[in-house]
Nanobody, 127 residues
Framework: QVQLVESGGGLVQAGGSLRLSCAAS????????MGWFRQAPGKEREFIAA????????YYADSVKGRFTISRSNDKNTIYLQMNSRKPEDTAVYYC????????????????????WGQGTQVTVSS
């Protein structure tokens, strides 16, 4: 079992920055592909970013490319999502997810590509 706990959400003005964290426990974290997703009210959960277990490969959704950065610290069993140049449409509940996999694949752009999920953290961007 893997437990994931997100933190760092809150209210930020448009154009501002925020960093989310996701702490993992339960097994060897460094062997997991990790991802970030978000879900706005009335919408489906959508892919944001993913990172390979070694941190050398990353994927991003077009909507956040150039503004968001995913990273990880395997020593701290934590992944991060640095969000810059926030927009009101970034308002959503943000979730981290884990999949025990050797490397990134197209499946990691889908919710079905992950085995474990955190409880989510609310991020609100005011205009």
């Amino acid at each position: 079992q893997v437990q994931l706990v997100e933190s760092g959400g809150g209210l930020v003005q448009a154009g501002g920055s925020l960093r989310l964290s996701c702490a993992a426990s339960g097994r060897t974290f460094s062997r997991d592909v990790m991802g970030w997703f978000r879900q706005a009210p009335g919408k489906e959960r959508e892919f944001i970013a993913a990172i390979s277990w070694g941190g050398t490969t990353t994927y991003y959704a077009d909507s956040v490319k150039g503004r968001f950065t995913i990273s990880r610290s395997n020593d701290k069993n934590t992944i991060y999502l640095q969000m810059n140049s926030r927009k009101p449409e970034d308002t959503a509940v943000y979730y981290c997810a884990a999949d025990y996999a050797i490397g990134l694949s197209s499946a990691h752009r889908q919710t079905g590509g992950y085995d474990y999920w955190g409880q989510g953290t609310q991020v609100t961007v005011s205009s």
